[in-house]
Antibody, heavy 120, light 109 residues
Framework: EVQLVESGGGLVQPGRSLRLSCAAS????????MHWVRQAPGKGLEWVSG????????GYAHSVKGRFTISRDNAKNSLDLQMNSLRAEDTALYYC?????????????WGQGTLVTVSS | EIVLTQSPGTLSLSPGERATLSCRASQTVSSSYLAWYQQKPGQSPRLLIY???SRATGIPDRFSGSGSGTDFTLTISRLKPEDFAVYYCQRYGSSPTWTFGQGTKVEIK
């Protein structure tokens, strides 16, 4: 059974940093690209960042480029998102998402999300 | 950068009616790399359709996708009570970048 368990969310002040993690199990992690998608309270889905199976290809949304860094450790079946210079508009539920292919593809499994609240 | 625009924002229908949801792209979506998701309150999104028209595993055949180029449609042939939810289209591709539409809410009339 595929499982994606996010952790690391919480309340953080504007300008500070936070690191999210996603523990994956139930599939061959290094066969698939992985993504982070967020959803602000009461709003729609916003793609944040994606990484190919071997970290050779990485993408970021314009809204987070230069502030967020995605990374993966295939030996540990884990995906991370380092978030720096956080802003109030980064407040959202952050989902770890499995893609359907090694380089990209659609999303075929979502975690339950971890909530990030940026507020003073 | 491709922008996906979904319409209408809200669709008010009764159970048993047909729902037609639109997703329009600002540029051609190559190889029909277009997916649809359903999200219910408090739940993570669920994949319905990929490749514009292929149903995901376990998705009932009342859900169908069509379209190519810049215009795509999700049709729910006869709405069941469990189909009232928010639906998103997504553009994917050969690189790990995605775009989502803003969503269409299908609500009970």
């Amino acid at each position: 059974e595929v499982q994606l368990v996010e952790s690391g969310g919480g309340l953080v002040q504007p300008g500070r940093s936070l690191r999210l993690s996603c523990a994956a199990s139930g599939f061959t992690f290094d066969d698939y690209a992985m993504h982070w998608v967020r959803q602000a309270p009461g709003k729609g889905l916003e793609w944040v960042s994606g990484i190919s199976w071997n970290s050779g290809s990485i993408g970021y949304a314009h809204s987070v480029k230069g502030r967020f860094t995605i990374s993966r450790d295939n030996a540990k079946n884990s995906l991370d998102l380092q978030m720096n210079s956080l802003r109030a508009e980064d407040t959202a539920l952050y989902y770890c998402v499995k893609a359907s292919y090694d380089s990209s593809g659609y999303s075929d499994f979502w975690g339950q999300g971890t909530l990030v609240t940026v507020s003073s | 950068e491709i922008v996906l625009t979904q319409s209408p924002g809200t669709l008010s229908l009764s159970p048993g009616e047909r729902a037609t949801l639109s997703c329009r792209a600002s540029q051609t979506v190559s190889s029909s790399y277009l997916a649809w998701y359903q999200q219910k309150p408090g739940q993570s999104p669920r994949l319905l359709i990929y490749g514009a028209s292929s149903r995901a595993t376990g998705i009932p055949d009342r859900f169908s996708g069509s379209g190519s180029g810049t215009d795509f449609t999700l049709t729910i042939s006869r709405l069941k009570p469990e189909d009232f939810a928010v639906y998103y289209c997504q553009r994917y591709g050969s690189s790990p970048t995605w775009t989502f539409g803003q969503g269409t809410k299908v609500e009970i009339k």
